[in-house]
Nanobody
Framework: QVQLAESGGGLVQAGGSLELSCAASGRTLSSYVVGWFRQFPGKEREFVAA????????YYADSVKGRFTISRDNAKNTVTLQLDSLKPEDTAVYYCAADLSVLFPNRWRSYDYWGQGTQVTVSS
């Protein structure tokens, strides 16, 4: 079983950048589909980005395409989400998730393993 831990959240001004990291323990993350989701208060988790193993295919929500970048570092057993050109509407708790076999990487119910989340706050 893989354990996930996010880090890198914080407070940033609009237009700024943050780098979120999803670190894994217990298993090698390189074999897993890894997704990033975010959750606004009172709302269901929203897909942000995902990356497949082997092919490295990536997927992005339209709202973040061109601003966020997901990538793997297999040597560090991590997946990173680079957040650029941040907007106040990006303020949310960001979660990473992983699973070995994911047909629909943009659906949060596809993932069994989740981190605890990290808060991202973008001020205007």
């Amino acid at each position: 079983q893989v354990q996930l831990a996010e880090s890198g959240g914080g407070l940033v001004q609009a237009g700024g950048s943050l780098e979120l990291s999803c670190a894994a323990s217990g298993r090698t993350l390189s074999s897993y589909v890894v997704g990033w989701f975010r959750q606004f208060p009172g709302k269901e988790r929203e897909f942000v980005a995902a990356i497949r193993p082997n092919s490295g295919n990536t997927y992005y929500a339209d709202s973040v395409k061109g601003r966020f970048t997901i990538s793997r570092d297999n040597a560090k057993n991590t997946v990173t989400l680079q957040l650029d050109s941040l907007k106040p509407e990006d303020t949310a708790v960001y979660y990473c998730a992983a699973d070995l076999s994911v047909l629909f990487p943009n659906r949060w119910r596809s993932y069994d393993y989740w981190g605890q989340g990290t808060q991202v706050t973008v001020s205007s």
